[in-house]
């Protein structure tokens, strides 16, 4: 009976060494690439390996090319279409606050006021872009289709 207790040490040290759960097992840091001086970060140097190189749609003050109006928890016309580099201005007739938010995140107008408030997005890449209201979940989604 002896001999099963070392038996079980060393089982369950092996099992802790192979769950890391030895000192040893920590990630070390490694060292930079290369030793060149430190330069002022460009904006796309700041993001994240995994975001995307550029936005496809951002908040604007260009005049829009086509205007959607969101009128009884709708939005209308859909699908709209426009080109690169062309606005859509969202026209909130409802009384509430409404959004125009991509399905996919990749852009949001923001809150638009109700009673006649507006918000622009601008597109900078050609895709069929789906979108609704995150205030309201329930109200149909709508589509942009921007050409290149």
């Not at 606050?97 to 109700?114: F, R």
């Amino acid at each position: 009976m002896s001999i099963v207790r070392p038996a079980r040490l060393v089982v369950v040290a092996l099992l802790v060494a192979a769950c890391g759960g030895g000192a040893s097992s920590s990630p070390t840091p490694s060292a930079p690439a290369t030793s060149a001086p430190p330069t002022s970060p460009s904006p796309a140097s700041e993001a994240p390996a995994s975001a995307p190189a550029a936005l496809a749609c951002a908040p604007g003050t260009v005049a829009g090319a086509a205007t959607v109006t969101i009128k009884s928890f709708a939005y209308d016309p859909t699908p709209v279409t426009v080109k690169v580099g062309e606005a859509v201005t969202f026209q909130n007739e409802d009384g509430v606050p409404h959004t125009a938010t991509m399905l996919d995140g990749v852009c949001d107008s923001g809150t638009i006021s109700g009673g006649g408030g507006s918000a622009t997005l601008v597109f900078t890449a050609p895709g069929t872009y789906r979108y609704h209201c995150r205030i309201h979940p329930t109200m149909p989604t709508a589509t942009i289709e921007v050409q290149g």
